[in-house]
């Protein structure tokens, strides 16, 4: 991601705050491959309690105060606030965007999943969307709030692509904006929608990697890692970092970290270390470390090397994680060159206000 996007996409997440409602539906933004990542698409909670689609031309400089997005959709058919539903939007290296949404609290209410797919030639990005039934037994397949989703194809080609989900959670019908983080049933399934073999029109959902996966969870960030290929095989390797989110008890420790390989469907953990411990016993009450938070956002660097993460909230939504920016070099064999490392980078006279935060 060159340097000025990778501004004006921080930009859209400052500027761009999430639902009041609880659990909130965090903003989606996602760069468009069929227009030279030149242009961004985001999904956002809109002021009438829905979700609106509007895009925005980073071709040009940006200003943060003044940005210009183009409204695509008022109100997406997707999401309403006064409906029960959540929805996990994903984008393939196409550039067609999913959207897996339902009802969580009803086994009745079948979900539905509903794919963008762009025009090239629209400046600013129109496109189709449309909808297609899911076909499944499982409840443990409804959308929930705060889930994590990303999309992979076995092959080359992105036309046999499915949607992975995984976690999150579903309040209880008397959760209050207090007590929303423990009253609520937690995930640890991951879900994953194809093609339906019998139906052209239809898509199947189920669950897999069932095999030791993290305990349930909600609000973490998942980043894709670069794919690898066999020699002479179209077959693709892809491994999927999952970083902190919370529980109903707790924070998960960023030291900890869980990766969903596929296409083994199966779940691996690896441990962070970070090179802000002191060397001495002196300056022990100086120790920074990275706190634990949800609500965050995670992507990778341009050479596949380290990974990104900004803003999240850590026991409380007014309660910023702290450092808001934080890089995680990766360790080899998955991008990187050394070990799994946390720093943080100083921001002294940039970003946000200290002592405040983004999340959502």
């Known amino acids: 991601m060159k340097h000025r996007k990778a501004k004006g996409l921080l930009a859209l997440l400052a500027l761009g705050g999430p639902s009041t409602a609880i659990p909130y539906t965090p903003s989606s933004i996602f760069l468009s491959p069929q227009h030279n990542d030149s242009l961004a698409y985001i999904l956002r909670p809109s002021s009438t309690g829905g979700t609106e689609f509007v895009s925005l031309n980073l071709s ?3 200003d943060a105060e003044n940005l210009s997005y183009q409204t695509l959709l008022k109100s997406t058919p997707f999401y309403s ?12 290296d196409q550039g067609f965007i999913t959207v897996y949404s339902g009802n969580c609290h009803s086994a009745s209410d079948k979900p539905i999943l509903w794919e963008f797919h762009p025009n090239s030639n629209s400046p600013v990005g129109n496109g189709t969307w449309q909808k297609l039934p899911v076909i499944t037994s499982d409840a443990k397949t409804a959308p929930n709030y705060l889930a994590a989703g990303f999309t992979y194809s076995a092959s080359r080609n992105e036309d046999e692509s499915s949607m992975y989900a995984f976690g999150g959670m579903c309040p209880f019908a008397n959760s209050t904006d207090e007590t929303w983080v ?7 399934s991951t879900v994953v929608l194809g093609p339906s073999p019998y139906y052209n029109t239809k898509f199947t959902a189920a669950t897999t990697g069932k095999r ?46 869980a990766i969903f390989s596929l296409p083994q469907q199966s779940w691996s953990f690896v441990s962070a270390v970070s090179n ?24 990778l660097s341009e050479d596949g090397n380290k990974v990104f993460v900004f803003g999240g909230w850590v026991g409380d939504i007014t309660v910023p994680a702290e450092p808001q920016f934080a890089v995680l070099d990766l360790a080899e064999g998955f991008g990187g060159t050394t070990e799994w490392i946390w720093t943080a980078p100083s921001s002294e006279g940039l970003g946000i206000t200290e002592g405040t935060g983004i999340f959502g």
């Open 60 to 62: 040009s400089s940006i």
């Open 81 to 92: 606030s006064d409906q029960n539903s959540s929805f996990i939007s994903t984008i393939n």
């Open 182 to 188: 423990s009253a609520a049933n937690y995930s640890h």
């Open 212 to 257: 030791a996966p993290p305990i349930a969870e909600a609000g973490m960030a998942v980043v894709p890692l670069q794919p690898t290929y066999a020699a002479g095989s179209t077959g693709k390797q892809q491994d999927f970092l999952f970083i902190g989110g919370h529980t109903r008890q707790a924070f998960l420790n960023m030291s900890q970290l």
């Open 276 to 299: 802000l411990t002191p060397k001495t016993e002196l300056t022990v009450r100086d120790t920074v470390s990275i706190e634990p938070r949800s609500g965050h956002t995670a992507v």
